[in-house]
């Protein structure tokens, strides 16, 4: 199973019909947990919960199928089908694995007893979608989230990682707005011959966090998605976020990130390094200002509520994300998961872990977004000073080791406490939580 729609089966609408012995125990994500209708095989009895009435697919309407189809047994699930058809009422089906592709199932194959045909049901459930009969369940048909990928120099990669995401993403369920921060080569076309995707050229250098914002301001669905641009998408992975985004608009939600390396243009896991299972956020640790560390303990769940974030596959929604105010005020690179994770906790929304998911992550010796320290450490004291009040934020800058970028980032700071100022007045106006309770909450 690649689709995770358990609980797009859940508010479903109408009735939810099982066929046979059915299981749900342990596959509730993909399946979800109502059964409205049970059809078993015994006489084709159709038990039905929500409506007193109850009909019987009668051994003389068999007769008439197999006689109009041509076809000696046809399965519980096709007669099924055909009756509600039949009847005028609109069929979404799901979990028919035969009908849209030669893959062989436990009805069809060597070794299988019964006279069931697959090649016969194949092309007639393929007659009934053409015709509009039946409509598969769960597909989408405007996009829902919009995959934010920001690139300076990556080569190929955004092709390889577009064709990543297109070959694991259910069709018509996403766009793309891709930023290009002003490469030397632009690919805009190539990226541009991929269907629902937009090229932004930033003309001057703006850095992988303004990008990102841009992205996320240009997006018009409900979620958004950030990525780097030399990633790869596993099955399911869209159907798993949308189920934990769904549950809360102030959720953001990431997943299992493997680092990946090429052998031979082949890429492959890299098993050297250290598996990772969500990280874990701290304000002062170990001497360390943001400590924030990757958790190596696999979880008991696969889903998990943590305090960092990372791994460059966050999603949210687009106005939350606007309430927070995205990432603006950080400079080219750095610190970015960081700002994202304090505000989302601090305006009361939730970072959420999926464990059972794996976006992969190209490992690269050298970063291809690079920033020097004056950079990296004015990032850190824009934080400190828009989130924190003056006497904790000079605690936490005293931690921070002394050196001549840090005196430059200092004093670049003070010199743009204008902007500050108003960032944290809007901040403060919006965040849920005083800063003790926020404290106490969370263990920082």
């Known amino acids: 199973m690649q689709r995770r729609i358990g609980h797009l089966i859940d508010r479903f609408d109408g009735d939810i019909a099982r066929f046979n012995e059915y299981q749900i125990t342990g596959y509730e994500q993909f399946v979800g947990t109502r059964t409205d209708v049970h059809i078993t095989h015994s006489k084709l009895k159709v038990e039905t919960v929500k409506k007193p009435e109850r009909f019987v697919i009668t051994a003389k309407y068999k007769r008439k199928v197999k006689k109009e189809l041509k076809m000696k047994d046809p399965t519980t699930g096709l007669l099924a089908v055909k009756c509600y058809v039949d009847k005028g009422y609109e069929v979404f089906i799901h979990g028919f694995d035969h009908y849209d592709s030669d893959i062989l199932t436990h009805y069809f194959g060597p070794g299988v ?14 007659k009934l979608f053409e015709s509009g009969k039946i409509k598969q369940f769960g597909t989408f048909s405007d996009p829902v989230i919009t995959v934010v990928m920001p690139f300076h120099n990556e080569g190929d990669e955004p092709q390889r990682t577009l064709h990543s995401l297109f070959e694991n993403t259910p069709e018509n369920s996403f766009n793309v707005i891709a930023i290009d921060d002003k490469s030397d080569r632009a690919r805009n076309g190539a990226l541009k011959s991929f269907p629902r995707v937009m090229v932004i050229r930033n003309l001057v250098r703006r850095g992988v ?65 250290v598996q990772k299972h969500g990280c874990d956020f701290s304000l002062l640790k170990d001497g360390k200002v943001f400590w924030i560390k990757w958790i190596t303990d696999k979880p ?14 966050y999603a949210m929604t687009r106005d939350f994300f606007v309430t927070m105010r995205g990432l603006e005020g950080l400079r080219e690179y750095g610190m970015s998961e960081e ?35 004056t950079n990296y450490y004015y990032n850190k004291l824009f934080i400190i000073r828009t989130l924190f009040t003056i006497k904790f934020g000079d605690m936490l800058i005293s931690h921070l080791e002394d050196s001549a970028q840090l ?5 670049q700071i003070k010199s743009n406490r204008k ?3 108003e960032m944290k007045t809007l901040f403060n106006k919006e965040k849920k939580y005083t800063f003790k309770r926020f404290v106490n909450k969370y263990e920082l």
Not at 113 to 126: D, I, K, M, P, Q
């Open 113 to 126: 007893s019964g006279t069931h045909n697959g090649v016969v049901e194949r092309a007639y459930f393929r």
């Open 339 to 373: 700002f994202l994770a304090l505000k989302t906790l601090w305006f009361g929304g939730k970072i959420i872990y999926i464990d059972d998911v794996v976006i992969s992550h190209l490992y690269r010796n050298f970063p291809v977004y690079r920033t020097d320290k």
């Open 300 to 313: 008991k769940q696969a889903v998990s509520e943590t305090r960092g974030l990372m791994g460059a596959n």
């Open 407 to 411: 005196g430059v980032a200092i004093g």
């Open 209 to 273: 966090d303004t990008s990102r914002t841009i992205g996320a301001y240009h997006a018009t669905t409900k979620y958004i998605i950030f990525i780097d641009a030399h990633m790869r998408f596993s099955p399911g992975w869209l159907d798993a976020y949308l189920r934990e985004l769904e549950k809360d608009d102030k959720n953001v939600v990431y997943c299992k990130s493997e680092n990946i390396r090429y052998d031979y243009d082949t890429p492959v896991v890299n098993t050297s390094t």
């Open 419 to 421: 902007v500050i100022a």
